[in-house]
């Protein structure tokens, strides 16, 4: 099956510094890939979409400047997190499609972001 | 405003029982469901899809069936392993996007 996978699984940064995440599809060309933060006994929420080579599409109320996403590659898409803060921790996981928009989406394992 | 609920936070079920864990929806140009599961720490795995022309799929242990005048679905998981022992998110999307819309989730513990 897809796989995708991202890294770093876990990280633990100072307030005020910035953290980038990586999700790579390992054996698909992703056209499409998502970003996804979950809180604690919360559902996954959308952040953005980001397709290779154009701007990503944020959701109502995710700064764009805070979290920045670059999708340089059909196998690559990072999110950096800028001068994040404590309430920035959570759990991010990303997601690629390999074709149409609508094909499922497979998910990378996540990582556990704990700002200090 | 939540448009994907899972009313139940947790079910316990005994090994070899049936599972269901329900799913409510509130957006009526959602045609397109799925079921993932997920362990800590884990991203989500795809379980079983359903697209709103259809109102029944299965899928070896698990079913999903959807009543599209009721804007629900269930996952049925027969017979229950332990091994089933997860979080289960309902997942759905609007025709002509690609976004899915995340319910709370369900933590099933199967029982041996």
Redesign the interface.
Known sequence: GAVVSQHPSRVICKSGTSVKIECRSLDFQATTMFWYRQFPKQSLMLMATSNEGSKATYEQGVEKDKFLINHASLTLSTLTVTSAHPEDSSFYICSASPTAPMDEQYFGPGTRLTVT | D?Q?KQNS?SLSVQEGRISILNCDYTNSMFD?F?W?KKYP??????LI?ISSIKDKNEDGRFTVFLNKSAKHLSLHIVPSQPGDSAVY?CAA?AKG?????????TRLKVLA
Do not use: N
Not at chain 2, 41 to 46: L, N, V, W
């Open positions: 939540q994907v936070p397109y799925l993932y720490a884990e991203g989500p795995t795809f899809s998110f999307s996007t690609y976004k899915y819309i995340f319910g709370t989730g």
